[in-house]
C-alpha cells in the first residue's frame, strides 16, 4: 500500500494571517488541493502564491470524486482537503471523502487551525465545559422552530451556525422555543473588522440585531446557555404552589417573572418550571 497522505487542512475564516505555517507548506507541497469551491479557494491560494492544481469536491460531487483521489494516493501522491473556511467536514464537506479514503487503508491527517465554533466558544463568555453543535437550522419556519422545542431542555450550552438572510427569524425562534429570558450569545464576522459578540437574554440580543442592520451582516454564531440541571428545576412545596396559581391567570413569561420576585428563586429556574408544567 502506498505511504501517501490525504490531510485535512484548516484554513481562515477570515483573517489571512491565521493560516499556520504548517498548512503553508503542505498546500504547496501536495500533488492536489481538493477544494470545496476552487474558484473561491483560488483567492487564498492566489494570496500565499501556491501553484498546487485544484479540483471541486462539494456536496453534489463527493462521491464521484472520491475515487478519483484514492487512485492518486495509490500512485503515491499526496493530497490536501480544504473547504471555503475553517476546518473541513464541521458543516462542510468531506465526511464522505476521509471515510472512504481511510477504508482504501490510506493514511488521513488533520492540520488543525480555525473553527468558527471553537473561535466563539472561547470568547463568548458562556459555559464551555459542556456543549454541543448542532450545525444550522432547518431553513424553514415550522420544521426550525420544531427542531429549537426539542433542544429546550438540553442541559449543555448549545451551537449553531446561521446566515445572515435568516438570522432575524432564527432569533425569534430562539425566543418562542428557548423563553425571552435564556441568555445567548451571538458571534459575528469572526476574526474579521467587524468582529462583534452580542450576549443577553434572548430578548435583548434580538432588539438588538432587529434595531442594527449591521447586526445582521455576515456569518454568524449562534450560543444558547444550557437549561437548568433537573435538580436545579426542583421547587420546594411552597414556590410550586405559588407558580401554580400565577400560571392560572398569567402567561409562562409572566407567571414565572413574578413568581421570581416572590419567591427569591433564579428567574430562568423558574422559567423552566412553567415551561415544564405547560
Not at 483521489?69 to 493530497?79: A, S, T, V
Amino acid at each position: 500500500m502506498s505511504e501517501a497522505v490525504l490531510y485535512v487542512v484548516a484554513t481562515p475564516i477570515g483573517n489571512l494571517e491565521d493560516l499556520t505555517p504548517r498548512a503553508l507548506r503542505i498546500l504547496e507541497s501536495v500533488a492536489l488541493i481538493a477544494a470545496e469551491d476552487t474558484r473561491h479557494s483560488g483567492r487564498l491560494l492566489s494570496h500565499f502564491n501556491i501553484k498546487t492544481p485544484m479540483i471541486a469536491v462539494h456536496d453534489h460531487n463527493e462521491r464521484q470524486q472520491q475515487q478519483k483521489i484514492i487512485e492518486k494516493l495509490q500512485r503515491g501522491d499526496d493530497i490536501a482537503l480544504i473547504s471555503d473556511a475553517g476546518t473541513p467536514l464541521i458543516s462542510d464537506p468531506g465526511f464522505v471523502l476521509v471515510r472512504e479514503v481511510r477504508a482504501a487503508g490510506f493514511k488521513v491527517s488533520p492540520l488543525p487551525g480555525c473553527c468558527a465554533l471553537v473561535a466563539a466558544l472561547c470568547a463568548a463568555g458562556v459555559p464551555s465545559d459542556r456543549f454541543a453543535f448542532e450545525g444550522f437550522p432547518p431553513a424553514k419556519s415550522q420544521q426550525r422552530l420544531n427542531f429549537y422545542t426539542a433542544l429546550a431542555a438540553e442541559t449543555r450550552t448549545l451551537m449553531f451556525y446561521e446566515s445572515p438572510h435568516r438570522i432575524i427569524d432564527s432569533l425569534k425562534d430562539i425566543v418562542a422555543a428557548f423563553g425571552p429570558e435564556r441568555q445567548i450569545a451571538l458571534a459575528r464576522e469572526l476574526t474579521k473588522t467587524f468582529e462583534t459578540f452580542l450576549n443577553g437574554t434572548a430578548e435583548n440580543v434580538l432588539a438588538q440585531v432587529e434595531a442594527d442592520p449591521n447586526q445582521r451582516k455576515g456569518e454568524f454564531v449562534l450560543m444558547v446557555e444550557g437549561a437548568p440541571k433537573q435538580d436545579e428545576t426542583l421547587l420546594d412545596p411552597r414556590s410550586s404552589e405559588v407558580l401554580d396559581i400565577l400560571l392560572e391567570e398569567l402567561s409562562v413569561k409572566q407567571a414565572s417573572a413574578l413568581a421570581a420576585k416572590i419567591t427569591g428563586i433564579k428567574k430562568k429556574v423558574m422559567y423552566q418550571a412553567a415551561l415544564d408544567r405547560k
